[in-house]
């Protein structure tokens, strides 16, 4: 019977499976495919470069005695590497190379690595000389689903992260974009999906990471020169969670190999969670090609926790800690701050701190103290209802007029002064300032703001409209 590729490398799998660790016979034997068989040479797909590197520096000695097996002595093995097409070609790029080792396959015994015996990687969470291979998932088991209270303002990322965590790599949202201002939870949502995970699938490797020490490990490993093993790491990874994407801002190596490790992860079916406190059309200093794979999957925003979610969060903190409050200083606390749930919390603990240390009863002065002493040096953000309201007065015009289509001149201003405005005050995107602003786009906004710097500086009066909105809005 005449061998064919698939059949010639289908003998070479069964031998090299034998005598390697099931772990690196999955990551790196498993994604080859045999092309064609040219004689004694035989042509199989590789999908990178430095997958074809790895191989050659690791195994070409397995693979040397595999090939001959089959083909014999003069058994030759070329590589086919298919790059993922960038920039809109219409056929991924392809490269082939010879395998290094091509022209001195001879029928002679040589050293086959032994099973569970193959290159140790190189992981940059473990200190060096102290020996651990176990990749630890770097998880917070106290944020989960659990703890992360539903509501209006959160409801698409909490779902869209639930649906993640129950088909990880198997659903459109991928990457899963989670992005919003500070303090509104994006980090315990990124854990909690992570969590969940692990729970459902403890086989997977799950690991979190924040972009500042992706930064620092990716430098580190140049200094080393293991910048692969640092690739390869992550590569293997089922599950890979990076918070605040947004720091990669400027950093063009650390973009460039986070380009190489989303490609190879998402071609391979894992999963990817990334959070953010902008959209991916705000990010600035990130390349194009980077921002354009953030919107492959779904992009999901966190809002600002409206009044019922407020109090929710209020008295589910106050029953994890075993605490009563009465339902009056609940309503009092939900009420007057707004900004974003750490200071929430943080303003819970504080009058938990007061009354338990001063043998105090929590009462409203209590409370009224405590808030007043709490958001005295924080700065307090208004909503961009708000802002439309105030502006809307100011002109002598309702809200239903500002956000009109009309071109007249005065309401066009007045609009671009609250878009202005809730871009200064708000950590709202411009997409979202845009989308309660009229339904308008993110460019509209970009432009008003650009206006309203331009005008303040060549027109008095305007100038006038600038400086009595900012009293009005910072009383």
Not at 93 to 99: A, G, H, L
Not at 194 to 210: A, C, F, H, R
Request: charged share 25%.
């Amino acid at each position: 019977m005449s061998k064919t590729a698939e059949t010639v490398w289908s003998n070479c799998l069964s031998f090299i499976e034998d005598n390697i660790s099931t772990q690196a016979y999955k990551t790196w034997f498993e994604p080859i495919k045999a092309v064609k068989l040219n004689d004694n040479a035989l042509s199989i797909q590789v999908p990178s470069k430095f997958f074809y590197e790895w191989l050659e520096e690791h195994y070409v000695k397995l693979l040397k005695v595999a090939l001959t097996k089959e083909l014999g002595a003069k058994a030759k093995l070329v590589y086919i590497i298919k790059m993922e097409n960038t920039y809109g070609n219409k056929q991924p790029f392809t490269e082939k190379i010879p395998s290094s080792n091509r022209s001195q396959m001879k029928d002679q015994e040589v050293d086959v690595p032994l099973k569970n015996k193959s290159p140790e990687l190189k992981n940059p969470f473990v200190i060096p000389g102290i020996r651990n291979v176990k990749i630890e998932s770097q998880l917070n088991p106290n944020y989960s689903f659990d703890n992360f209270l539903e509501g209006e303002s959160n409801r698409l990322a909490r779902s869209a992260g639930y649906a993640v965590a129950n088909k990880p790599g198997g659903t459109s949202f991928n990457p899963l974009l989670i992005f919003g201002g500070v303090g509104l939870g994006k980090t315990h949502l990124a854990h909690a999906i992570g969590v969940e995970i692990k729970e459902k699938y403890p086989e997977k490797t799950v690991l979190y990471i924040s972009a500042e020490k992706f930064t620092q490990q990716y430098i580190e490993s140049v200094k080393k020169n293991n910048r692969n093993d640092f690739i390869h790491f992550y590569q293997i990874m089922d599950v890979l969670i990076v918070d605040d994407i947004q720091l990669l801002s400027g950093k063009a190596g650390t973009q460039d190999v986070f380009f190489h490790i989303f490609n190879h992860l998402h071609q391979n079916g894992k999963q990817v969670i990334l959070t953010s406190d902008k959209a991916p059309v705000d990010m600035i200093d990130i390349e194009q090609r980077l921002l354009s794979r953030f919107k492959w999957g779904l992009s999901a925003e966190l809002n600002h926790p409206d009044y019922d979610t407020r109090v929710a969060i209020i008295k589910n903190k106050l029953y994890r800690d075993g605490v009563e409050m009465p339902e009056d200083i609940v309503e009092f606390l939900a009420n007057n701050i707004k900004t974003n749930i750490r200071e929430l919390e943080g303003a819970i603990i504080s009058l938990i701190a007061h009354s338990s240390f001063n043998k105090r009863e929590i009462t409203i002065d209590l409370a009224k103290k405590i808030v007043d002493n709490y958001v005295k040096y924080t700065k307090r953000e208004v909503s961009i209802d708000y802002i439309q309201k105030i502006v809307s007065d100011y002109f002598q015009m309702d809200v239903d007029t500002l956000q009109s289509k009309t071109r007249k001149r005065h309401i066009v201003q007045a609009r671009q002064l609250a878009m202005f405005f809730a871009k200064k005050f708000t950590k709202a995107s411009l997409a979202s300032i845009g989308s309660q602003i009229g339904q308008r786009d993110h460019a509209t906004v970009l432009h008003a703001c650009k206006t309203v710097d331009n005008l303040s500086s060549t027109d008095k009066q305007f100038k006038k409209y600038v400086d009595d909105l900012n009293k009005k809005l910072t009383l």
